[in-house]
């Protein structure tokens, strides 16, 4: 499995703006576990470049990266609630939502809950037509 191990290696991408050339955010694959074939998705993206449909493209490509490449079962990821955008997104690209972790994160200004989101690969596949 090139580029990932079962000691939970990153891979990180950069989302680069085809337009000017500029790096406008990132996206990676970690928490990689081979015996279950899953592993968790995070992104970033430049606020001047928030909803203009580039998170979206990215991830799904990263997304098909991952199931095609890495032969992935399931990914996953963790957003803050009140991140709207990046629910809804998720939702967009065919995760569930498979419920909240209360006060799961600690940061200086106090606990913080998190979604829990689950995408199957058949379930990705079956969305884009591929058997």
Not at 34 to 56: L, N
Not at 83 to 98: P, V
């Amino acid at each position: 499995m090139c580029g990932l191990t079962a000691a939970g290696e990153t891979l990180q991408f950069v989302i680069v703006e085809l337009k000017t050339g500029w790096t406008i955010g990132s996206c990676l694959i970690f928490r990689y576990d081979k015996q279950s074939a899953r592993a968790e998705i995070d992104y970033v993206m430049r606020r001047t470049h928030w909803k203009q449909g580039y998170t979206h493209e990215a991830i799904s490509a990263l997304i098909s990266h991952a199931f095609k490449v890495y032969k992935l079962r399931r990914l996953e990821a963790e957003v803050d609630p009140a991140n709207i955008a990046s629910n809804n997104l998720l939702t967009k690209l065919g995760f569930s939502c498979e419920g909240c972790l209360r006060q799961h994160w600690y940061a200086q200004d106090g606990n913080y809950d998190t979604n829990i989101y689950g995408l199957l690969r058949d379930k990705w596949l079956a969305k884009r037509g591929i058997a």
